[in-house]
């Protein structure tokens, strides 16, 4: 130990360590990726004996002689003993890791990890937190696989009583090359630290290209963690029918658990299949394309790749490997019960397959970097902007933390451009300076302070424009409004103030008219008819006062005037509900006010 000690204290971190050091701790500091990486570490640790089960299965149906079995199903019951009695040196080795930094797996090998900035445990608290919850379920996933694997030879070896609890005893304290390697796999997996091959070692050729060969860069600003969620989505099909198909190479033990995955994973989907498709689990995918789904999606409190368990939305990343291909059942699910009757399977296959992949990405956190690559390749002008943003979030020391707590003070969802702006909207005070969202009502969009928001109960109005396929979404930003030929520059407050005044007019007014007799009478048609003219009528106005602001010279003629009264005489409602009107009826009288 005092050998490493020395080794390790010649190492000095340079400028791009601090600056790795920066952008990690920054990303990582949040309460909620805390529980995620414990969560999942936890689903690890319950799905060992589910896996040992699985390949005691397969090898009973696959007719397996006793003496050449892998897996047996008392196993389980000794990994369970396993993690009970692993418990207090699982803490021990999490506190050896939280007071120096390193493991001591890492003195044992000699193996060297980047070295920590000045400060201790007040600069290194995140990275040795994160450490202390690894240190600790590795830990437990090694003795479980102890305890498991000495009975499973024991079981093999035909003996029982006395004689098999002494040779699992003898076995424990004299573990043999291939006992200690099956156990320190068992300890990786735990923690999703077993290899990849090609895929991870391509990604991280990739990051390392878009460095320039340092060890910070655009590249680790883009994808910061690669190894730990390329290995998700690995595990993540290990335990699905895939999984029979991934075991090239695989043998003895190794193959049995490969093949058990598969099966207690594909075992635990059949359900939960079953349940999606019935509509009595409820889970969402990616956000919405539409604005006015999007709007409503959002209205409801929802949250993108999320469950609904006891009426609260839980993260798909809560729950480690079965959250991404509870995700990827859902799209395939969903593909096929939305696909027109014409569309034929092939076309249907490659949109849920699409589906899948954006799953794949956008349920694994860590991965959103490789998705900003795309948009940004996609539409550079937007989405660059974000990106800088991003980067700017990520410039406040601990921004994960500081997020977090800034949340509870002020919940108001802000739309960050560039690097100023995001800096300064993770920061409580300064986030007062950038631009808040908008929904589709005009008021602030307020960000949910619990990790597990409240399902919100359907709002009428919401529920109707859906239904009737009326556009109901936050307006469009303008940098400046148009008038027979002359253009008008709004200020970015201007704009702000404009469009916040035309969804709160327009909630209002769709609110009167959707209690009206008529729009319960009328049909689909003639409800998004008539709300889309409410829209661009109540839009034209607003924008008219803003161009007079402006410098316009036009003439209004008291525009607001049939406006203000909508919904309250019922002749407004019968005018754009009466099938006898002349064509174009409406579309002249809001040419006789100006609008």
């Not at 799209?331 to 696909?339: E, L, P, R, S, Y």
């Not at 769709?510 to 008529?518: C, D, F, H, V």
Request: charged share 25%; hydrophobic share 40%; net charge neutral.
């Amino acid at each position: 130990t005092d050998i490493y000690r020395l080794m390790r204290d010649q190492l000095k971190p340079g400028f791009e360590d601090v600056a790795s050091w920066w952008w990690h701790t920054s990303l990582l500091s949040g309460p909620r990726t805390a529980i995620k990486n414990a969560s999942s570490n936890a689903i690890n640790i319950v799905d060992k004996p589910l896996e040992t089960l699985g390949a005691a299965a397969v090898e009973r149906l696959r007719g397996v002689p006793t003496a050449q079995r892998q897996a047996f199903a008392g196993e389980a019951g000794r990994q369970i003993y396993g993690a009970v009695a692993g418990l207090k040196p699982a803490l021990k080795k999490a506190r050896y890791m939280w007071d120096h930094g390193y493991a001591m797996r890492n003195v044992e090998n000699m193996e060297f990890r980047p070295p920590e900035i000045p400060g201790g445990k007040a600069t290194n608290w995140v990275g040795r937190s994160l450490g202390f919850v690894d240190e600790f379920a590795s830990t437990l996933g090694s003795e479980m696989e102890k305890h498991g694997l000495a009975y499973s030879r024991a079981k093999k070896a035909g003996l029982t009583g006395q004689a098999k609890a002494d040779f699992i005893t003898d076995l424990l304290a004299n573990p043999d090359y291939d006992f200690v390697n099956s156990v320190a796999k068992a300890g990786k997996r735990a923690v999703f630290q077993q290899k990849t091959g090609r895929l991870n070692a391509a990604a991280l050729a990739l990051r390392d290209g878009l460095n320039f060969g340092r060890k910070f860069g655009i590249g680790t600003l883009l994808m910061p963690f690669l190894k730990i969620p390329l290995t998700v989505i690995k595990t993540n099909f290990e335990w699905s029918p895939a999984g029979f198909l991934m075991t090239g190479g695989m043998k003895g033990r190794d193959l049995a658990l490969a093949r058990g995955r598969a099966a207690a994973g594909s075992a635990i989907m059949l359900p939960v299949a079953a349940a999606i498709r019935s509509g009595d689990l409820e889970i969402t995918g990616a956000l919405p394309e539409d604005p006015s789904e999007r709007a409503k999606f959002l209205a409801e409190d929802k949250t993108p790749y999320s469950i609904k368990i006891a009426g609260r939305w839980v993260s798909l990343q809560y729950l480690g490997v079965h959250g991404m291909m509870i995700g990827m059942t859902n799209d395939t699910i969903q593909a096929f019960k939305k696909a027109p009757d014409e569309q034929s399977i092939a076309d249907t296959l490659m949109r849920a397959g699409f589906a899948v992949a954006q799953t794949a990405v956008g349920a694994n956190a860590a991965l959103t970097g490789i998705q900003t690559m795309m948009d940004i390749i996609h539409d550079p002008e937007r989405n660059l902007a974000r990106f800088r943003a991003n980067i700017g979030r990520g410039a406040v020391p601990f921004g994960g933390l500081i997020k977090e707590f800034n949340t509870w003070i002020d919940p108001t969802v802000r739309r960050p451009k560039g690097f100023l702006e995001g800096f300064a909207a993770n920061v409580p005070g300064l986030d007062e300076t950038v631009e808040p969202v908008l929904t589709a009502e005009g008021t602030k969009a307020q960000r949910a302070k619990s990790p597990f928001p409240a399902d919100k109960p359907e709002d009428p109005l919401y529920a109707e424009m859906k239904r009737s396929g009326a556009n109901f979404a936050p307006p469009q930003s303008e940098s400046e409004l148009e008038y027979k030929g002359e253009k008008f520059k709004l200020s970015t407050e201007q704009d702000f103030q404009r469009r916040q005044q035309i969804g709160q007019e327009h909630a209002a007014k769709l609110r009167e008219l959707t209690a009206s007799p008529e729009w319960t009478e009328a049909s689909d048609a003639e409800k998004k008819r008539v709300a889309d003219l409410i829209q661009s009528r109540i839009s034209a106005k607003v924008n008219a006062e803003f161009r007079r602001a402006a410098g316009s010279k036009e003439k209004l003629r008291d525009p607001g005037a049939a406006l203000d009264t909508w919904g309250q005489d019922a002749s407004d409602a019968e005018l754009l509900f009466d099938p006898d009107a002349e064509p174009g009826t409406i579309e002249a009288e809001m040419e006789k006010l100006g609008v």
